[in-house]
């Protein structure tokens, strides 16, 4: 990693040239010419903490940030005490006019806006920023404006879902980050057969994320799948901790936080026996499997496609490819389940209503997040669930993975 005082500064530069370039863009796209985001200090909203510079670790007492634009003209400010760094200019004298909700009121009554966006709603969290009293002290202040107000949930999660061009490859350089760590966790560096426990790798990644100076948005998971008898039936309740043996296909789910960006990636090992050089045909199928199903998936992606039709084009495709899948794909960026469309949920693959509606949009990111359930004729039929991840970007033609993906299971 660069230096901290480097990394704040191209933090701020990419700041600047968001704030400039996607804010209008998706004011004119929603057809709204004010919006308000404000927060107090230690409580802001998700969409408030993703504006501020560097060296700002939270909101200063309240910090409301207003941005007009009516279609030509585009101007953003802090109605704050303070300026926000050279990003929000601040447009509050205390001293002139020490009530902060009037000084806003002005401000807003000055535009005259048509429609006046807040963070609220009832479908995405990380659109639902407004705290009850910000919104009650926000609507009495504007007296008879507060009739325009609406929700900006368009702008809320346009703006998170959204990266520039130039972020695609700081997005892949994430990617290989924690591809690097997730596949030294699945060799002889993090496994011992016989003695590594399945929570022991868990802690692994943790210290190793740790100790790289990273941080982990979840605590990772470690699984495994034997010949046993017993197959994969839910994802609701995990095994209790489990030691690894010869003969084990272990999963990993794992991500990390690299220059603000989230990633989320599942792969498999397969500890080989005494015996053996290679894992069984049955799970060699499997992973061919899944790598199919990530193809039909990510071929259902077209601009303005919602969620919810991209999941049963996909599952159609499967179906007709012979496989049996389950697919839970979420969006990526800023946060690990982040702004965007929900494209199914393991527990349902009927379709989301809500966040499932919502469509897609050119430049965001994406969690290919998908499993396949297949009979393994080695281990007597029993049924083995593939359950693979990897991240993606997709342009507004085409969505293609950002480091590549697992095609062949590693083994040890």
């Given amino acids: 990693m660069p230096d901290l005082r480097t990394e704040a500064a191209a ?29 107090r200090e230690y409580a802001e909203d998700p969409v408030l903490k993703t504006m501020l510079p560097a060296s700002w670790m939270s909101g200063r007492r309240r910090t409301t940030l207003v941005w007009f634009d009516d279609g030509t003209r585009h101007e953003r400010m802090a109605v704050a005490r303070y300026a926000v760094a050279d990003l929000f ?18 401000v807003v009554a000055e535009r005259d806006p048509k ?7 009832r479908t995405f969290a990380l659109a639902d920023g407004i705290t009850a009293s910000e919104n009650a002290a926000l609507v ?10 609406v929700g900006g949930e368009a702008l ?8 520039l061009p130039e972020e695609r490859a700081t997005f892949a350089e994430a990617c290989a980050v924690a591809h690097g760590i997730l596949r030294r966790g699945l060799s002889s560096e993090a ?35 034997r010949n046993s008898g017993e197959a994969r039936t839910s994802f609701v309740s995990r095994p209790a901790e489990q030691t690894i043996h010869p003969g084990d ?73 012979g496989i049996e899948a389950l697919v839970y794909t979420h969006a990526l960026g800023l946060h690990g389940h982040a702004a965007g469309p929900t494209i199914g949920l393991w527990d349902q ?7 499932g509606d919502y469509p897609l949009y050119p430049n965001t990111g994406h969690s290919i997040e998908l499993s396949v359930e297949v009979p393994v004729p080695e281990w007597d039929g029993q049924s083995v669930r593939i359950m693979l991840e990897q991240d993606a970007w997709f342009d507004g033609d085409t969505c293609e993975f950002l480091d590549g993906r697992q095609e062949e299971l590693w083994v040890m």
């Fill in 115 to 121: 429609a006046i966006a807040i963070n609220s709603s």
């Fill in 140 to 149: 009495a202040a504007l007296g008879g404006l507060a009739d325009r107000i």
């Fill in 249 to 321: 296909l272990v999963h990993v789910d794992f991500g990390i936080v690299w220059k603000g960006l989230c990633t989320d990636q599942q792969e498999h090992l397969y500890v080989l026996p005494p015996g053996e050089s290679d894992p069984p045909d049955g799970l060699v199928a499997g992973m061919r499997a899944g790598n199919r199903m990530q193809d039909l998936l990510m071929a259902a992606f077209a601009t303005g496609r919602t969620g919810n039709q991209i999941l049963a084009t996909s599952l159609d495709a499967g179906k007709a490819n």
């Fill in 156 to 163: 809320a999660i346009g703006w998170l879902e959204t990266r």
């Fill in 191 to 225: 496994i011992t057969p016989g003695r590594t426990t399945t929570e022991g790798l868990v802690w692994w990644y943790r210290q190793t994320v740790h100790d790289a100076g990273l941080a982990s948005w979840f605590q990772p998971s470690v699984s495994v799948q």
């Fill in 349 to 355: 693959q009927g379709g989301v209503p809500g966040p």
């Fill in 89 to 106: 200019p601040a447009a509050w004298d205390p001293e002139s006019q020490p009530d902060q909700w009037g000084r806003l009121a002005e």
């Fill in 11 to 39: 933090h701020d530069d990419l700041l600047h040239r968001r704030l400039d370039n996607l804010v209008p863009m998706l004011m004119r796209r929603a057809g709204i010419d004010c919006w308000i985001v404000t927060g």
